[in-house]
C-alpha cells in the first residue's frame, strides 16, 4: 500500500537558516505529492503540490520537486523565519479519479529561533 | 463561505460515554472526509462521502464508529462507549471531485480527550 516517510524530527533552526525536511514515498501508479503545515491549534494547510514526475510546487518561498526516480519530495526553504515554526506533513494523494486518499507523513516540527 | 467548520473544538468525556462530532464542509464541495491523528502523527483516513453516499471505511473505523452525511451535507461522527484509546484529534475535509485534480480543504478539528 501507499507510505510515506519524513525526516525525523524536531528540527531547531536560527532565523534564516536553511532548511530541508526529507521526504520519500512508496506508491503505485502516479500519485500526486503535497506539503501540509500544521500552525498550533490549528488544522491543516496545504502549502504546495506537484502532480507529475519534475512538477516542482512552491509558495511562501517554500519549493519542493517530484522526483519520480527517488521517489522523493523534500520541502525546503532559504531562509526560514520564525513565524515557519510548525508541523510540516508530507503526504501523497489521488490524481485524475483515481480512488487513493491522501497518505500523510508523521510530522517534522520546525522550530525556528530568532 | 469561510471554509469547513468543526463542532466542538474540543471535548472532554469519560470513558464509556457517546460522543458526537459535528462536520459542516464548503458548501459547493461534494467529497467530505474524516481524519483521525493521534499525538505526533500524522492524520490517518477513516471514511468518506460523496454526497450522501459513504463510499470507503477505514479498517480504522471500528463497530463503535459511525458516521453519517445526511442529504450531503453535514456530516455527523459518532463514537460510541469511548475508550482512552480513541484519544484524539478527528479532522474533517471537504473536495470537489471531479475528473481533473481536486484538493482538500481542512477544518480546524475536534480534540477528543477521554478521561
Known amino acids: 500500500g501507499d507510505s510515506v516517510t519524513q525526516m525525523e524530527g524536531p528540527v531547531t533552526l536560527s532565523e534564516e537558516a536553511f532548511l530541508t525536511i526529507n521526504c520519500t514515498y512508496t506508491?503505485?501508479?502516479?500519485?500526486?505529492l503535497f506539503w501540509y503545515v500544521q500552525y498550533p491549534g490549528e488544522g491543516l494547510q496545504l502549502l504546495l503540490k506537484a502532480t507529475k514526475a519534475d512538477d516542482k510546487g512552491s509558495n511562501k518561498g517554500f519549493e519542493a520537486t517530484y522526483r519520480k526516480e527517488t521517489t522523493s519530495f523534500h520541502l525546503e526553504k532559504g531562509s526560514v523565519q520564525v513565524s515557519d515554526s510548525a508541523v510540516y506533513f508530507c503526504a501523497l494523494g489521488p490524481f485524475y479519479g483515481s480512488a487513493r486518499q491522501l497518505t500523510f507523513g508523521s510530522g517534522t516540527q520546525l522550530t525556528v529561533l530568532p | 463561505d469561510t471554509g469547513v467548520s468543526q463542532d466542538p473544538r474540543h471535548k472532554i468525556t469519560k470513558r464509556g460515554q457517546n460522543v458526537t462530532f459535528r462536520c459542516d464542509p464548503i458548501?459547493?464541495?461534494?467529497?467530505l472526509y474524516w481524519y483521525r491523528q493521534t499525538l505526533g502523527q500524522g492524520p490517518e483516513f477513516l471514511t468518506y462521502f460523496q454526497n450522501e453516499a459513504q463510499l470507503e471505511k477505514s479498517r480504522l473505523l471500528s463497530d463503535r464508529f459511525s458516521a453519517e452525511r445526511p442529504k450531503g451535507s453535514f456530516s455527523t461522527l459518532e463514537i460510541q462507549r469511548t475508550e482512552q484509546g480513541d484519544s484524539a484529534m478527528y479532522l474533517c475535509?471537504?473536495?470537489?471531485?471531479?475528473?481533473?485534480?481536486?484538493?482538500?480543504?481542512f477544518g480546524s478539528g475536534t480534540r477528543l480527550t477521554v478521561v
Open positions: 458548501s459547493e464541495h461534494n467529497r
Open positions: 506508491a503505485t501508479g502516479y500519485p500526486s
Open positions: 475535509a471537504s473536495s470537489l471531485w471531479s475528473v481533473s485534480l481536486h484538493f482538500y480543504t
